[in-house]
């Protein structure tokens, strides 16, 4: 019953900041506040493993500072901080919950780059590696989208390029990658966390 309530909880949370995600790129903090003392209601309510919750707390923290200052998002670090303490451990052999969800995530990230090669084969832009990152795009029509360059004074790169002036380039056409709103991943990935568990586990059980 209180798993229920958790995910249903982290479910309508997340769901209603993807939406914001996709539309704005940005999520309310209040969101994560609400995430975060819904949690703290239900591990006081229903008393679990604290040591196995502060292990969990703890290593989520050091991960979010970790990805914070590797480019990861804040409201995409927030959100692992709050489902942190939504539900800090799980069934699993691997306990700790939020990283379960992370490693979810990315798994679904995984099959971009094959989705980015077919769109640029449709659209007869297949230059590599640039093909498997993102596509092209009128330089005046991206400055009004969620994307970021990917070449910059005539050289291009797989990685993105946050202070080009779109502006400059007018009708010629560019690379460019989108901003991925992560939290969309991160919804997808808390479900299957809740459901199926850690990806990573589950492909070393079949060895």
Do not use: H
């Amino acid at each position: 019953m209180i798993d229920t309530a958790r995910f249903f909880i982290g479910l309508a949370i997340l769901a209603y900041a993807s939406y914001t995600d996709i539309k704005y790129r940005e999520a309310s903090d209040i969101l994560w506040i609400l995430m975060a003392v819904s949690g703290i209601f239900l591990i006081f309510l229903y008393p679990d493993n604290f040591s196995k919750i502060a292990i969990s707390l703890a290593i989520s923290f050091l991960l979010g500072v970790i990805l914070y200052f590797s480019g990861m998002g804040g409201a995409d670090v927030k959100a692992i901080w709050a489902i942190s303490i939504l539900r800090p451990v799980s069934e699993d052999f691997f306990f700790i919950f939020p990283l379960n969800v992370l490693i979810n995530s990315l798994f679904l990230v995984l099959p971009l780059p094959l989705g980015f090669f077919i769109y640029n084969i449709y659209k007869k832009n297949v230059e590599f590696p640039y093909c498997f990152f993102g596509y092209k795009m009128k330089a005046n029509e991206a400055k009004n989208k969620f994307v970021w360059a990917m070449e910059k004074n005539g050289k291009k790169s797989i990685s993105p390029k946050k202070d080009v002036d779109l502006s400059l380039y007018g009708e010629k056409e560019i690379w460019v990658t989108p901003q991925l709103p992560f939290l969309l991943f991160i919804f997808f990935g808390y479900i299957t966390a809740f459901v199926f568990g850690n990806f990573l586990s589950r492909i070393f059980s079949f060895f």
